[in-house]
T-cell receptor
Framework: ETGVTQSPTHLIKTRGQQVTLRCSSQ?????VSWYQQALGQGPQFIFQ???????GRGNFPPRFSGLQFPNYSSELNVNALELDDSALYLC???????????FGSGTQLSVL | GENVEQHPSTLSVQEGDSAVIKCTYS??????FPWYKQELGKGPQLIID?????GEKKDQRIAVTLNKTAKHFSLHITETQPEDSAVYFC???????????FGTGTRLTIIP
């Protein structure tokens, strides 16, 4: 069984740029969630995707957007990067009807 | 919205001793409470979870207890080993809500 995989593992961008992060969900899972984890903090919910539609959103501005593809993989896009966007971005997948959430290793984004 | 508080922020215990981490939540509608272990450079790993219709759950050296009246839940690790050293996060979610709300984490260090 393949776990949740994310790419890239590390990324450095400058303020104002745009970034795309990618995630492949665990085999058999159809729901993908994205979380932002600042240094020394717990993960914060960004949004969730189910059936290729956004299915719930946390307190993040519209410049954070996402996609889910027919194979259940997902992308997180962040426009107009700000210094405070520097964080570990975590993707998690789950199966409909099952509360258990499984995380990938994350993408460490640094905005300079 | 839900607020989860976690204590202590750091915890050092002698190898072989027990460790206890405590969390409180604010939303009485929360009914699912997972615990995650995060090692350096990795994503959070689900180690145990409990639902609100159960007061206690045990898996080998790990146990979780839930007090719905007081809105708090705890993680107990017995016979601690060096590989238990990590950051532990509690989380809470209400039924039908896609968002997991995390605590701020506890850095557990096992002293050999």
């Amino acid at each position: 069984e393949t776990g949740v995989t994310q790419s890239p593992t590390h990324l450095i961008k400058t303020r104002g740029q745009q970034v795309t992060l990618r995630c492949s969900s665990q085999s058999g899972h159809n729901t993908v969630s994205w979380y932002q984890q600042a240094l020394g903090q717990g993960p914060q919910f960004i949004f969730q995707y189910y059936r290729e539609e956004e299915n719930g959103r946390g307190n993040f501005p519209p410049r954070f957007s996402g996609l889910q593809f027919p194979n259940y993989s997902s992308e997180l896009n962040v426009n107009a990067l700000e210094l405070d966007d520097s964080a570990l971005y975590l993707c998690a997948s789950s199966k409909t009807g099952n509360e258990k959430l499984f995380f990938g290793s994350g993408t460490q984004l640094s905005v300079l | 919205g839900e607020n989860v508080e976690q204590h202590p922020s750091t915890l050092s215990v002698q190898e072989g001793d027990s460790a206890v981490i405590k969390c409180t939540y604010s939303d009485s509608a929360s009914n699912y409470f997972p615990w995650y272990k995060q090692e350096l450079g990795k994503g959070p790993q689900l180690i145990i979870d409990i639902r609100s219709n159960v007061g206690e759950k045990k898996d080998q050296r790990i146990a979780v207890t839930l007090n719905k009246t007081a809105k708090h839940f705890s993680l107990h690790i017995t016979e601690t080993q060096p590989e238990d050293s990590a950051v532990y996060f509690c989380a809470a979610r209400a039924f039908g809500n896609e968002k997991l709300t995390f605590g701020t984490g506890t850095r557990l260090t096992i002293i050999p």
